[in-house]
């Protein structure tokens, strides 16, 4: 009997490359990996993709070769790519019938399906609504529900390797870092155990984990200070937390993501989720290991750290996706 085959949208982002590394090791599915760029073709075979396919969420010509024979799917995509998602979600709704699973990746708060959702509770601004991160990430799970598909959904806490990236220079060459975060407790989650949790879902398939929704978390909230320790010890050196004020972030990345890290310090993401370790047996990744240790596709977080960042000072990477509507 013929393996069945997966596809892995963002392939070549930090969850998308551990993922194919661990279901590649596996060997119950065909890996086939989606490539923005013909030059990540390479690195993910080296990986253990079987199959890399150009793909593109704002190009439907791209869509049926890559979904050809699929019947599980990985579904990942950057904020402002909101709107080719949704069109995707559409054809895989056509194609019921063959896609027997996908799993989603979201963020811890998208629960207007799963909990009351309380605008007057969920927001941080008097008289604002819930941030429009949060309503986005919403909007790409309900139109994959919408479509009648199987779907899992991983909602997860504030990246780890998302946190740091816009100071890299600043840490590289200044040894100092600056947000709002101040001493906000947050329990920041690791890219590879989101890809782990993944891993075992797709294996165990939708008679386990259809229409189920799993909040990944880290081990423990950490501070900002207590994020500055941890780098430092990887590092080798002292690293410096600088407060800053929460007019200052909005002015350098806009003022979605300002809303966002608004919900990060009063505490929402404070708490830590039982469900990784419910899924995998074992606990989160700590962002002190997340540093020092090495992932399935053999790279540690301080490695990742000096990479490509979607955000960055000066520019409003969401400014697009705000005008979206649902």
Not at 15 to 35: H, M, P, Q, T, W
Not at 210 to 228: H, R, S, V
Not at 273 to 297: I, M, Q, R, V, W
Request: net charge negative.
């Amino acid at each position: 009997m013929s393996k069945p085959v997966v596809l892995i949208t963002s392939a070549s982002g930090r969850i998308g490359k551990e993922l194919v590394a661990l279901l590649a090791a596996e060997g119950d599915f065909v890996v086939r990996a989606c490539s923005f760029s013909p030059g990540n073709r390479d690195a993910l075979t080296a990986l253990g993709a079987d199959e890399v396919v150009p793909f593109d969420l704002n190009d439907a010509a791209t869509w049926e070769a890559a979904l050809d024979g699929v019947s599980a799917v990985y579904s990942a995509s950057l904020d402002p790519m909101l709107e080719g998602h949704l069109a995707f979600c559409k054809e895989l709704g056509r194609r019921s019938d063959q896609i027997t699973h996908v799993v989603r990746i979201s963020c811890m708060g998208a629960d207007t399906n799963t909990a009351s959702y309380d605008a007057d509770k969920h927001a941080s601004r008097p008289g604002a609504g819930i941030p429009l991160m949060l309503q986005h990430y919403w909007w790409g799970e309900k139109a994959l529900i919408d479509e009648g598909l199987a779907v899992t959904v991983l909602r997860n806490n504030f990246f780890m390797n998302h946190l740091l990236k816009t100071d890299s220079d600043n840490i590289a060459t200044e040894g100092w870092f600056s947000n709002p975060l101040g001493g906000a407790r947050n329990s920041f989650v690791a890219t590879r155990d989101i890809a782990e949790a993944a891993a075992v879902v797709l294996t165990e398939g939708p008679e386990r984990h259809a229409d189920k929704f799993y909040d990944l978390t880290g081990p423990e909230p950490q501070t900002m200070a207590e994020i500055a320790s941890n780098l430092g010890q990887a590092m080798g050196k002292t690293i410096e937390y600088r407060p800053q004020n929460m007019d200052d972030f909005e002015r350098d990345f806009g003022s979605t993501r300002a809303e966002f890290f608004e919900y990060l310090s009063n505490g929402f993401y404070c708490r830590c989720s039982p469900d990784f370790y419910n899924l995998t047996g074992h606990k989160p990744t700590s962002y002190a290991a997340y540093l020092t240790t090495k992932g399935a596709s053999g790279e540690t977080g301080l490695e990742e750290l000096w990479q490509g960042n979607l955000w960055k000072k000066g520019e409003d990477a969401m400014k697009a996706a705000a005008d979206l509507k649902q």
